[in-house]
């Protein structure tokens, strides 16, 4: 049963810290997207790469957040420093897109607590 | 730009009832993707029923299955004989044929299934 993995599942930590979540997309998934829901904002797209290249981050703060995707079993997500407003859950999709469209599947979410 | 609008923030439902979830959109596109999802208490993002919008067949999923207006750009859900596990915030979401799969999500329905 080939599924989204996202680690940790739970993060907590200080202002000013930096933070690394981890994702591995399905195997043979070409896209993988970052999001992150707050109660206030709701499910807001941070990025997304294609073949591993970046398609999208305009939805990511610059000054503080960077998106890679060292190779194709793994992309990651990195805020330094962190900050109380970050505290949310992010989640990671991948996807078998092409122009056609296609389904978007999800990881379980690391949920962030910034003190 | 689109909008997603899901215009209920909360609809309770007995076991064994029906209930139905409503979703507008407003895009000048005609041709994309609409789905819904599922997040349970777990947070975790499950994929209930995808529709394209060039199939005027209304998707149907076991129980789940929806009413797709287009000319109206309503894409309604109906849980049919609901389930205790179907307690869960429901997310409608859209996305256009060539967006190499960004969605947009509306900002999602509590569904309460009572004994």
């Known amino acids: 049963d080939a599924r989204v993995t996202q680690t940790p599942r739970h993060k907590v930590t200080e202002m000013g810290q930096e933070v690394t979540m981890r994702c591995q997309p399905i195997?043979?998934?070409?896209?993988v997207f970052w999001y992150r829901q707050t109660m206030m904002q709701g499910l807001e797209l941070l990025a997304y790469?294609?073949?591993?290249?970046?398609?999208?981050d305009s939805g990511m703060p610059k000054d503080r957040f960077s998106a890679e995707m060292p190779d194709a079993t793994l992309a990651t997500l990195k805020i330094q420093p962190s900050e109380p407003r970050d505290s949310a859950v992010y989640f990671c999709?991948?996807?078998?897109?092409?122009?056609?469209?296609?389904?978007?599947?999800f990881g379980p979410g690391t949920r962030l607590l910034v003190l | 730009a689109q909008t997603v609008t899901q215009s209920q923030p909360e609809m309770s439902v007995q076991e064994a009832e029906t209930v139905t979830l409503s979703c507008t959109y407003d895009?000048?596109?005609?041709?994309?993707?609409l789905f819904w999802y599922k997040q349970p208490p777990s947070r975790q993002m499950i994929l209930v029923i995808r529709?394209?919008?060039?199939?005027?067949q209304n998707a149907t999923e076991n129980r789940f299955s929806v009413n797709f207006q287009k000319a109206a750009k309503s894409f309604s859900l109906k849980i049919s004989d609901s389930q205790l596990g179907d307690t869960a915030m429901y997310f409608c979401?859209?996305?256009?044929?060539?967006?190499?799969?960004?969605?947009?999500f509306g900002a999602g329905t509590q569904v309460v299934v009572t004994p």
């Open positions: 999709a991948s996807g078998l897109v092409s122009l056609s469209g296609e389904t978007q599947y």
């Open positions: 195997l043979g998934h070409n896209t």
């Open positions: 790469f294609r073949n591993r290249a970046p398609l999208d």
């Open positions: 895009t000048s596109e005609s041709n994309y993707y």
């Open positions: 529709q394209e919008a060039y199939k005027q």
């Open positions: 979401a859209f996305m256009k044929h060539d967006s190499w799969g960004k969605l947009q």
